[in-house]
Nanobody, 114 residues
Framework: QVQFVESGGGLVQPGGPTRLSCVVD???????VAWYRQAPGKRREVVAT???????TYADSVKGRFTISRDNVKKTVYLQMNSLKPDDTAVYYC?????????WGQGTQVTVSA
């Protein structure tokens, strides 16, 4: 099974940027990789996806603020997050495609607060 190791994030002020990284241990070049997030008391949702051909999709709530990218040599997917809002506070996870049900990595916490 594929394993994900997410990192980055932390405490960020509203309006600020941060960047998340996700290392995928196998099969990286053939997958559409997605960033998901789960806020307290809410369901996990897809934030952005990137195909093996570098086609990107974004949730409406993050369009124009977040950018997903991938480095096939490093087997890593990034999520550049700009103009952060308190509503972006969540644990962020990597997954495969838009209908992934696990297993999940440990995720990385992003907290947007003054």
């Amino acid at each position: 099974q594929v394993q994900f190791v997410e990192s980055g994030g932390g405490l960020v002020q509203p309006g600020g940027p941060t960047r998340l990284s996700c290392v995928v241990d196998r099969g990286f070049s053939i997958f559409t990789v997605a960033w998901y997030r789960q806020a307290p008391g809410k369901r996990r949702e897809v934030v952005a996806t990137i195909t093996r051909g570098d086609l990107e999709t974004y949730a409406d709530s993050v369009k124009g603020r977040f950018t997903i990218s991938r480095d096939n040599v490093k087997k890593t997917v990034y999520l550049q997050m700009n103009s952060l809002k308190p509503d972006d506070t969540a644990v962020y996870y990597c997954g495969i495609g838009e209908s992934y049900y696990g297993p999940w990595g440990q995720g990385t916490q992003v907290t947007v607060s003054a």
